[in-house]
């Protein structure tokens, strides 16, 4: 049971990037699916959230209008599309989910599965 993150890279600022979480092993279903994101020197920070079974969501303040959470369950994967992405991007960006559907919804103390995280940089 894994989570794969992917779609990482270099990119400009002001230029996009799609990341896309994937698990094998088990279908994501009505999962809960966050992503979070750890700049070098700074806390873990959450990124974005949706938990189906109680229609929890978050988006961070300081990716609103720019990062959009989008899933889709005939292919199995979740995604963060990112666009107008700024220095302060910059970090490894990881997703989670739960063991199961849940009602403990996006504002929980842990989650069960988490990406290997992929790098993201923005810089000219």
């Known amino acids: 049971v894994q989570l794969q993150a992917s779609g990482g890279g270099l990119v400009q600022p002001g230029g996009s990037l799609r990341l896309s979480c994937t698990p094998s092993g088990f279908t994501l279903d009505y999962r809960a699916i966050a992503w979070f994101r750890r700049a070098p020197g700074k806390e873990r920070e959450g990124v974005s959230c949706f938990s189906p079974v109680d229609g929890s969501s978050y988006t961070a303040d300081s990716v609103k209008g720019r990062f959009t959470y989008s899933r889709d369950n005939a292919q199995n994967t979740a995604y963060l599309q990112m666009n107008n992405l700024q220095p302060d991007d910059t970090a490894v960006y990881y997703c989670?989910?739960?063991?199961?559907?849940?009602?403990?919804?996006?504002?929980?103390?842990?989650?069960?599965?988490w990406g290997q995280g992929t790098q993201v940089t923005v810089s000219s």
């Open positions: 989670a989910t739960e063991k199961r559907p849940s009602s403990y919804g996006c504002y929980r103390n842990g989650w069960d599965f």
